[in-house]
T-cell receptor
Framework: GAVVSQHPSRVICKSGTSVKIECRSL??????MFWYRQFPKQSLMLMAT?????????EQGVEKDKFLINHASLTLSTLTVTSAHPEDSSFYIC????????????FGNGTRLTVT | DAKTTQPPSMDCAEGRAANLPCNHS???????VYWYRQIHSQGPQYIIH???NNETNEMASLIITEDRKSSTLILPHATLRDTAVYYC???????????FGTGTRLKVLA
């Protein structure tokens, strides 16, 4: 079945540094990928829609300059958390569609970011 | 806001059927009902989806009421590994922008 791979699974960084998270569709092409954030014991919150070859669309309240999204190919989208602060510590999850009007979204296994 | 409502938590004995309800009273005619589950510290896993007919696969069954205002996910023989948060989501027309509600935290008890 369709597989979405996310890397790294865990990352610890110091406050003020930037962190890049990769999301790859391993056996299919994804023109659109989605980035979610999840705080402990809360549900997933959509951050942005990543479109191959064009700018990402951010949800209200999500700072585009802080969360840089690049979708340079049909199999790779990256999320860069710039100038990270402890409040950015969270579980970040990407997803992609295999295609077709109602094909299910496939999710990566998430990246646990801890900012110290 | 999520267009679905689910009970926050449920318990189920191992080996018994787990029936997880979902209310989606404002569902549109062409919106599918999707179910995912999230095991601790992992990404959501697709389970099943349907439009108006009942569906069954190797993981679960999905029962959708005739008026489509509610549905039930059935895990026929729950195991300890089925302990997870289960999300009922409506697939909006023309987009994959899933809006997750709070889901149901299912605990399967030995």
């Amino acid at each position: 079945g369709a597989v979405v791979s996310q890397h790294p699974s865990r990352v610890i960084c110091k406050s003020g540094t930037s962190v890049k998270i990769e999301c790859r569709s391993l056996d299919f092409q994804a023109t659109t990928m989605f980035w979610y954030r999840q705080f402990p014991k809360q549900s997933l919150m959509l951050m942005a829609t990543s479109n191959e070859g064009s700018k990402a669309t951010y949800e209200q309240g999500v700072e585009k300059d802080k969360f840089l999204i690049n979708h340079a190919s049909l199999t790779l989208s990256t999320l860069t958390v710039t100038s990270a602060h402890p409040e950015d510590s969270s579980f970040y999850i990407c997803s992609a569609s295999h295609g077709g009007d109602y094909s299910p979204l496939h999710f990566g296994n998430g990246t646990r970011l801890t900012v110290t | 806001d999520a267009k679905t409502t689910q009970p926050p938590s449920m318990d189920c004995a191992e080996g018994r059927a787990a029936n997880l309800p979902c209310n989606h009273s404002t569902i549109s005619g062409n919106e599918y009902v999707y179910w995912y589950r999230q095991i601790h510290s992992q990404g959501p896993q697709y389970i099943i989806h349907g439009l108006k007919n009942n569906e069954t696969n190797e993981m679960a069954s999905l029962i959708i009421t005739e008026d489509r205002k509610s549905s039930t996910l059935i895990l026929p023989h729950a195991t300890l590994r089925d302990t997870a948060v289960y999300y009922c989501i409506l697939h909006p027309t023309g987009t994959y922008k899933y809006i997750f509600g709070t889901g149901t935290r299912l605990k399967v008890l030995a």
